[in-house]
């Protein structure tokens, strides 16, 4: 067992409950640490998405369009690159209220540990994310 100074009044004991609550909690920071840049990397994804979508309609139906798949470019026609890229753009929704949701929990667990952890420790303890 260690001790936490609180102000200068009195030490506050951090036992084995206690140090689990902070590596929970550390642990959910960095998890939503990484969601949320997993979050806006799907997000510039979809923006990229929807300004091709734009882009297509202004293409000629007979042409066939160039569609990477993997690594290689394929001819294909319009109106399947259309479908394909609905799919991805419905994929990609999918993918971000997931990661929401997941952002949305981990707040809500990392809210109910601050309260715990500042009601015991104080001021003696920052848990604010930088």
């Known amino acids: 067992m260690s001790t936490i100074m609180y102000g200068e009044e009195r030490e506050v004991e951090v ?30 994804e979809k923006e990229y998405l929807d300004d091709l979508a734009m882009e297509i309609e202004l293409l000629d139906e007979d042409e066939p369009v160039l569609y990477k798949i993997g690594d290689a470019f394929v001819k294909i026609p319009l109106e399947d690159a259309q479908a394909r890229l609905e799919k991805a753009k419905e994929d990609i929704d999918s993918c971000v209220d997931d990661l929401d949701s997941q952002i949305t929990q981990i707040s809500t667990e990392m809210d109910e540990l601050k309260k715990t952890l500042y009601a015991k420790f104080g001021q003696a303890i920052n848990l604010e994310r930088n």
Not at 16 to 43: C, G, H, P, V
């Open 15 to 44: 036992n084995w409950e206690d140090q689990n609550r902070i590596n929970q909690f550390s642990k959910l920071n960095t998890r939503m640490d990484r969601l949320e840049d997993e979050y806006k990397a799907q997000k510039t």
